[in-house]
């Protein structure tokens, strides 16, 4: 039996550096995420601040630095690595982003449910 999945995207929506944020409706309501791009590998995390819990997007689908090269919370500017989530600066450095897993098939992006 294979996981129930949501269809997040395209891969063409997502281009190599490129980030996007999901409210994804669930059986117990939503669960808000976000992807990205970089360096061939799209990877998912919850949109929740370790530190407060807070979304870490500024603006909508705005969640790398302005190097594009590491996830910024923008309520205390917490620095998190993109391939697995690390809080390397900031207040909730040692912890770490929520992974999200991740479906890739026929072109998509899904979001496999727990
Ligand atoms: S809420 Fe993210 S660093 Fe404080």
């Known amino acids: 039996m294979t996981a129930e999945s949501r269809k997040l995207c395209t891969l063409e929506e997502l281009p190599e550096g490129g980030c996007r944020g999901f409210s994804v409706p669930t059986s117990s309501g939503h669960e808000d ?3 990205v791009h970089k360096n061939a590998r799209i990877v998912a995390y919850r949109n929740s601040c370790p530190h407060t819990g807070v979304p870490l997007d500024w603006v909508p689908d705005q969640f790398l630095n302005l190097d594009g090269d590491l996830i910024q919370c923008s309520t205390h500017h917490a620095l998190f690595r993109i ?3 690390f809080c390397v ?3 909730c450095a040692g912890q770490s982003l929520t992974p999200c897993p991740l479906r890739i098939d026929n072109g998509g992006v899904f ?3 727990r």
Request: glycine content about 16%; charged content about 15%; cysteine-free.
């Open 89 to 91: 600066s900031g207040p």
């Open 83 to 85: 391939e697995d989530g």
């Open 111 to 113: 979001l496999v449910l």
């Open 33 to 35: 995420i976000f992807l």
